[in-house]
């Protein structure tokens, strides 16, 4: 099975993760021009929605009630040094997203509990924490999202940006293993876009006993599947990258285990 799903020049979807290809983690990502519409529907999944770019109304209903964010973002680029806006809704939600101008969105999804009595919010730019991580030609540039500090029952959401010529999610790390409080399982997608777009990044998904052990060469706009195991990435001089990570598993927690063959590397 190839761990690379391949995105669409044309229409209203740019990718999709293929249905029943993980067991907890769903994702999508969409072009919308002004004036279009795209409904979406959490049935029994929590959902959290990226505005990668562009404006968007959204308005819908949930258990709890109804709900409408009128003009929200205000990024043109995922490449611009600003954080996204993004929504959550809790299970049972439905939403209609109108464009304002031409806008990307992503949609996370993972298995989520009518239990915790969550209802929809505006997650705002401002309540994202932002992070540098690493250091050289190993630095990259971290958003929070939807981190394991905030609410919600399965989902973790989170953006990185990448220099030209830089590695990331590097040294290799994993989250395969329900083994807390050293590791946690998590299922886990990247989606990615390169600033030049015509551009490409590299990407490898590895396990130990290598049973799983893929090298790809990454487009604008592809998404990579990690199951499980290391999943680091390298991004070629004169390209900058950007990817949306969505995770999920039994346990809300993220803690992750260092191949211990490139471990010497975080003493550097």
Excluded at 133 to 145: E, L, M, Q
Excluded at 203 to 212: A, G, L, M, P, W
Excluded at 254 to 267: E, I, R, V
Aim: a negative charge; glycine letters at 8%; one cysteine or more.
């Amino acid at each position: 099975m190839s761990l690379l799903v391949k995105s669409h020049a044309r229409g209203q979807t740019m990718v999709q993760l293929p249905q029943g290809e993980l067991e907890y983690v769903g994702f999508a990502a969409y072009r919308l021009s002004l004036g279009e519409s795209l409904p979406v529907s959490a049935g029994d999944q929590e959902l959290c929605l990226v505005l990668l770019s562009g404006r968007v109304d959204i308005k819908g209903e949930a258990p709890q009630g109804g709900f409408k964010w009128d003009n929200i973002g205000d990024r043109r680029s995922v490449f611009e040094d600003k954080s996204p806006f993004a929504a959550y809704l809790p299970p049972g939600s439905q939403a209609q997203i109108t464009a304002l101008s031409d806008v990307q969105i992503g949609v996370c999804a993972a298995p989520g509990s009518k239990d915790t009595g969550l209802g929809p919010r505006l997650i705002e730019p401002a309540s994202m924490k932002r992070s540098v991580r690493g250091k050289g030609a190993n630095t990259r540039y971290v958003c929070d999202i939807l981190p394991d500090t905030e609410p919600a029952h399965s989902l973790l959401v989170v953006e990185v940006r990448t220099p030209s010529g830089h590695s990331s999610s590097y040294p290799p790390h994993k989250h395969d293993t329900d083994d807390l409080p050293h590791q946690s399982f998590l299922e886990e997608t990247y989606y990615h876009q390169i600033n030049p777009p015509q551009g490409f990044v590299f990407q490898r998904v590895y396990t130990d006993d290598r049973s799983i052990d893929q090298a790809m060469a990454v487009e604008n706009s592809d998404l990579v599947v990690v199951p499980k195991g290391y999943h680091p990435v390298s991004v070629p001089y004169g390209y900058e990258s950007y990817y949306l990570n969505v995770m999920a598993g039994p346990k809300r927690v993220w803690q992750f285990h260092n191949d211990p063959q490139h471990a010497w590397l975080m003493d550097l």
